[in-house]
């Protein structure tokens, strides 16, 4: 009888000893061997009422951001935080007793213009185009105006000048290398050359009726010397790879002669006016990484650009200028598009 017993006890400690290895092995040894953290926000400025994205680090490369425990000014908060107060604020998380890196976020006032992020799939043209190109303007004519009598909500539209032509620069003489053509004067629909015309527009209407996934807002402010943009981008899914967002800022109204054919003679349209016009990228030409591990619950990520005015030489009229921003996966798939003018 003795002997049951001690067998009957041997057998339940055994028992909780396997539930307890089974329950510690829940835990991942790089999350266990942890022996410090960092937090990595994704932009120290912010416009205010916007929630904080940020994730949490361990030095074994493990996310731990669900796990973290977020302190603003010193303060415990819950999430989704949104910061409601202008100026600077220290922010840092703790995990398991240890303490992250402090950060400061500052907060500003909403942007001046501005527009909300939007699952409307909008197709990206770019235009490769010279003011001593005469074939120019006649395929401008032919596909981009054309295509803006039907879809003009639904394209975003970069002209890029090359060749030395009076407007083109480094940026874009890097942009014709990256995307070279036989021709002079060239379409490209969500990056891919488009030779045949009628093809483009074919392929046009398939574009602009495919599902978006991912939305993108963009805002933008100037004062005094002061040049703010933010993009907004909200996916309806976990990124599974590696996407990527580029910026660019464009400029309207360029007047500059164009040469062109009238009646199968080389002509000049005196003081032709130049739109769409790229300038410079506050990314990298086909885009910066964005963060696969989600920044919040709902997967919206939130980037902001301070610049000064000074940093743009080449932009004539700032009330001319145009923001664009497009989000493409590694390989440079366009996944959406959107663009920005001044009200």
């Not at 004062?223 to 309207?252: G, M, R, S």
């Amino acid at each position: 009888m003795i002997s049951k017993k001690i067998n009957y006890l041997f057998l339940t400690l055994f028992t909780l000893f396997l539930s307890c290895s089974e329950s510690d092995s829940e835990t991942p040894d790089e999350e266990q061997n942890t022996q410090s953290i960092s937090l990595h926000i994704t932009s120290k400025d912010a416009l205010i009422n916007t929630n904080i994205n940020y994730t949490v680090i361990t030095d074994t490369k493990f996310d731990v951001t669900d796990k973290s425990t977020l302190f603003v000014d010193g303060k415990k908060v819950s999430l989704p935080y949104a910061l409601s107060k202008l100026g600077k604020h220290t922010v840092y998380a703790i995990y398991e007793g240890l303490k992250t890196n402090e950060e400061t976020i500052e907060v500003h006032d909403e942007l001046q213009n501005s527009i909300l992020p939007e699952f409307k799939k909008r197709a990206l043209i770019e235009e490769y185009t010279a003011t001593w190109c005469p074939a120019c303007p006649q395929l401008y004519d032919l596909t981009i105006a054309k295509a803006e009598e039907k879809h003009s909500n639904a394209m975003v539209v970069m002209a890029i000048h090359h060749g030395n032509d009076g407007i083109s620069n480094d940026l874009t003489e890097s942009m014709r290398t990256h995307f070279p053509s036989p021709a002079y004067a060239s379409i490209f629909l969500e990056r891919e050359e488009k030779g045949f015309l009628a093809l483009f527009h074919i392929d046009l209407e398939t574009v602009v009726k495919e599902p978006a996934n991912v939305a993108i807002g963009i805002g933008y402010s100037i004062k005094n010397e002061d040049f703010d943009v933010q993009i907004d981008l909200e996916f309806k899914e976990k990124q599974t790879t590696k996407n990527k967002l580029a910026v660019y800022i464009l400029e309207n109204g360029i007047i500059k002669d164009q040469k062109t054919y009238e009646n199968g003679e080389a002509a000049t349209l005196k003081n032709y006016e130049h739109n769409h016009t790229l300038k410079y990228a506050l990314t990298d030409k086909l885009g910066d990484p964005i963060p696969i591990t989600p920044m919040s619950n709902d997967h919206k990520y939130s980037i902001r650009y301070k610049k000064k005015i000074t940093d743009f030489p080449e932009i004539n009229n700032f009330s001319n200028i145009e923001i664009v921003a497009v989000v493409t996966d590694s390989k440079d798939k366009v996944l959406n598009a959107q663009k920005l003018k001044k009200k």
